[in-house]
């Protein structure tokens, strides 16, 4: 059905009106050497890894920028750009940094350089956060090396440091670290394995990366975002391409090499072909959510919260979103269902799909005054077009006002920033996904916290009760009591609406079979170690 004479036109119209483009501008980089072209699940706009979580974002950090751990695929942390020592009372971690590296301007990397870029992901990282609340000082101690110095003993120190995910601690030169939080960095300028070309950068047609001759590999074998990042191509190109089904054609006629995010519906076609490969990169998954806006009407409103949160079921989100049964999974737990601290506590109507009488209800009685529900609608990421289409559509059925926005996911990222009001340019509600390494405990889980305006993630929850359990949980040693507080804080998460949990989902990429090496982990793609063939 998809091989109609219309379509295959409409197809190569695009495909050759983007690939005529692209040979125009970059014709003379493709004489360089091996180039990956890659299609990825968004148009990158963004491009400041510590202002905003969009993974097109953390993508896009791991090409230009290093951390200083890194986890491998057994959950082990590692050294990265540096190594560790503890002092014996646990309170103080030392960093050295490895010889051989280089800001991507020739200068060195200094320990005053990864304080300041600490420093910064430590205002913005839920995780940073909480290091930040047990932590007495960063300081450098000579070119090298720097010290962290703990008020108290906190086990989650090299996790924090060391995580594969939004925010990721990329280190950056000291100058752009101490940018303020809520500004963009000027500079693409970073230690990693490829240099940012700017000169190429496109929003909306591409983004283009070099290898960056002067990196230094570690010598261990590569292992998720851990180990040695060998560059073995010349460029690597991302191309925009925002219809999915030309995106696909360029996949098989070899136009492109790799589509990060190939829709569900169209992966048999995509199987059938004998030069190309299909494999879910992320084994984990990712938990799609919608989160509300608690600083406006009618949301700021806890009933109101509840109703909405009544009306909404994960099979109607995920047959829409997937299809197919066998890449999603209706889960009711905040922290992901199959791990030590899943519990499907607080979250019947959600998985079966019965709150439909109650939210009509609920929303009567909550004093509900008709204000339009804002929802940003993105068109152009296949794993986001449909949460806010079939939420708005059950919001409608219990009896709200829903005003649907359609946009694109670049400008949700920016938009749900903003703290306007909606009639002003802000918002009601969002939809995004997490990768399951990004919710695995309430520590990392961004949506979880309850810090509202004084450093929340977008939507601005404040809950004293939650960030004190988080504190409970974060001192705590033991699992078993762990996995106690985190069933009291999906408890507390569920009757205040912190975020709606809406089901986990496997999403395969598609690459030609010349590409040899592409790594899986829980941050991906990424792109050292892979090899190109003629």
């Not at 540096?82 to 490895?98: E, G």
């Not at 889960?331 to 959600?350: D, I, Q, R």
């Not at 979880?448 to 004190?468: L, S």
Request: charged content about 20%.
């Amino acid at each position: 059905m998809f091989q109609t004479f219309s379509w295959k036109r409409t197809a190569l119209a695009s495909a050759l009106s983007i690939a005529a483009l692209s040979v125009a501008l970059t014709s003379q980089a493709f004489a360089a050497g091996k180039t990956i072209t890659a299609v990825m699940h968004s148009d990158l706009r963004v491009i400041d890894p510590g202002f905003t979580t969009a993974y097109i974002t953390r993508d896009h950090g791991y090409m230009v920028y290093d951390t200083l751990l890194a986890t491998d695929s057994n959950f082990k942390i590692q050294p990265q750009m540096a190594d560790w020592k503890v002092s014996d009372d646990k309170l103080t971690y030392t960093f050295t940094l490895r010889d051989g590296l280089k800001w991507h301007d020739g200068t060195p990397v200094t320990a005053e350089d990864c304080v300041a870029s600490l420093k910064r992901w430590g205002k913005n990282d839920n995780m940073g956060q909480k290091l930040m609340d047990f932590t007495a000082s960063i300081e450098p101690i000579d070119a090298k090396s720097f010290a962290l110095k703990l008020k108290e003993p906190y086990g989650l120190v090299l996790d924090s440091i060391g995580k594969p995910s939004s925010y990721v601690p990329f280190m950056m030169p000291k100058r752009l670290a101490e940018t303020p939080p809520g500004q963009q960095i000027k500079e693409q300028i970073g230690s990693g394995p490829f240099k940012f070309v700017q000169s190429e950068f496109q929003p909306g047609v591409k983004a283009v990366y070099e290898k960056n001759t002067d990196y230094v590999p570690r010598k261990e074998p590569a292992s998720w975002t851990a180990g040695g990042k060998v560059v073995k191509v010349d460029r690597v190109e991302w191309i925009t391409m925002a219809d999915a089904q030309t995106a696909v054609n360029a996949l098989q006629s070899g136009d492109i090499d790799f589509m990060e995010a190939p829709p569900f519906d169209l992966l048999p076609v995509l199987s059938a072909s004998k030069d190309l490969k299909i494999e879910t990169l992320n084994k984990f998954g990712f938990q799609t959510l919608g989160r509300m806006n608690f600083l406006y009407p009618p949301f700021d409103n806890v009933k109101v919260r509840r109703a909405a949160f009544l009306a909404i079921n994960q099979k109607d989100v995920l047959d829409a979103l997937v299809g197919n049964p066998d890449y999603y999974k209706i889960c009711g737990a905040f922290f992901v269902c199959g791990t030590p601290l899943a519990t499907e506590e607080g979250s019947e109507t959600l998985v079966k799909g019965n709150g439909m009488a109650a939210a009509k209800k609920a929303l009567a009685e909550s004093g509900y005054d008709g204000t339009p529900i804002v929802i940003m609608a993105p068109g152009d990421v296949v794993t986001l077009k449909a949460q806010p289409v079939v939420a708005a559509q059950l919001l409608r059925e219990a009896g709200f006002k829903v005003d649907l926005q359609a946009t694109d996911w670049q400008t949700v990222v920016t938009r749900r920033a903003s703290q306007k009001p909606p009639k002003e340019g802000g918002w009601n509600m969002f939809f995004t996904n997490w990768v399951a390494a990004d919710v695995l405990n309430p520590i990392a889980n961004f949506s979880i916290g309850g810090r509202g305006k004084n450093g929340g993630w977008f939507g601005w929850a404040e809950d004293a009760k939650i960030e004190a359990l988080k504190d409970s949980y974060a001192r705590s040693g033991s699992p078993d009591e762990q996995k106690k507080i985190a069933a009291d804080i999906q408890r507390e998460a569920f009757d205040q609406v912190i975020y709606v949990p809406l089901g986990q989902y496997l999403a395969p990429s598609a690459w030609r079979k010349s590409l040899t090496g592409v790594l899986d982990g829980p941050a991906t793609p990424i792109f050292w170690n892979i090899d190109k063939s003629e």
